[in-house]
């Protein structure tokens, strides 16, 4: 199996909602990624879990909750969020973190109103 | 500008013609990937070279890396409407501790034409 899924496809939520974002990998990879990728522009990377443990943060704004339950599932909680968070949110995972290929899921949709 | 930017921004090509697509970045590099991106979709893995290495093939791909000049190639051979999508070239810093962290350049748009 050498694919990422993520749920929901398309998520339309409130700026007082809260919604979780979930991706899940069953390769045996101990890295996971979350990125953001707004239209016609490259993905920026918002956080890297690395053995289940948070390694990096891209500084972002702390409506933005990651959290990794096990090796193979990775989510990102969303709370009071800005119309300006509207984007395409990309789950990737990779073997290790460090100089390997990083798989991608098909990402979501996210519109914030 | 930022680490990774690619040249041309859009190319437009007609079927069985050959595409180019070029990346430079500023730092030394772990090594170079190159992915490409369906309208609005996730992103697939297409070659990974390492920065010892100076030429990559798989299928109609070849790539390039000059790491004097800081720069890489993507050719794509018999180009195929289905080859229409963004192209992305993404590095793997060498040193300091952001392990796992890929830089992505601005990407290329590429249509081609039946």
């Known amino acids: 199996d050498t694919e990422v899924t993520q749920t929901p496809k398309h998520l339309v939520m409130g700026m007082t909602n809260k919604k979780s974002l979930k991706c899940e990998q069953h390769?045996?990879?101990?890295?996971m990624y979350w990125y953001k990728q707004k239209a016609k522009k490259p993905p920026e990377l918002m956080f890297v879990?690395?053995?289940?443990?948070?390694?990096i943060n891209e500084s972002v704004p702390s409506r933005f909750s990651p959290e990794c339950p096990n090796s193979s599932l990775l989510n990102l909680h969303l709370h009071a969020l800005q119309p300006e968070d509207s984007a395409l949110y990309l789950c990737?995972?990779?073997?290790?973190?460090?100089?390997?290929?990083?798989?991608f899921g098909p990402g979501t949709r996210l519109l914030v109103l | 500008s930022q680490q990774g930017e690619e040249d041309p921004q859009a190319l437009s090509i007609q079927e069985g013609e050959n595409a180019t697509m070029n990346c430079s970045y500023k730092?030394?590099?772990?090594?170079l990937q190159w992915y490409r991106q369906n309208s609005g979709r996730g992103l697939v893995h297409l070659i990974l070279?390492?920065?010892?290495?100076r030429e990559k093939h798989s299928g109609r791909l070849r790539v390039t890396l000059d790491t004097s000049k800081k720069s890489s190639s993507l050719l794509i051979t018999a180009s195929r409407a289905a080859d229409t999508a963004s192209y992305f070239c993404?590095?793997?810093?060498?040193?300091?501790?952001?392990?796992?962290?890929?830089?992505f350049g601005q990407g290329t748009i590429l249509t081609v034409h039946p």
């Open positions: 990737a995972s990779s073997q290790i973190a460090a100089r390997e290929t990083q798989y």
């Open positions: 390769m045996g990879h101990r890295a």
């Open positions: 879990y690395s053995y289940e443990k948070l390694s």
């Open positions: 730092t030394s590099i772990n090594n």
């Open positions: 070279i390492r920065s010892n290495e």
């Open positions: 993404a590095t793997d810093r060498r040193g300091g501790t952001s392990y796992g962290k890929l830089t």
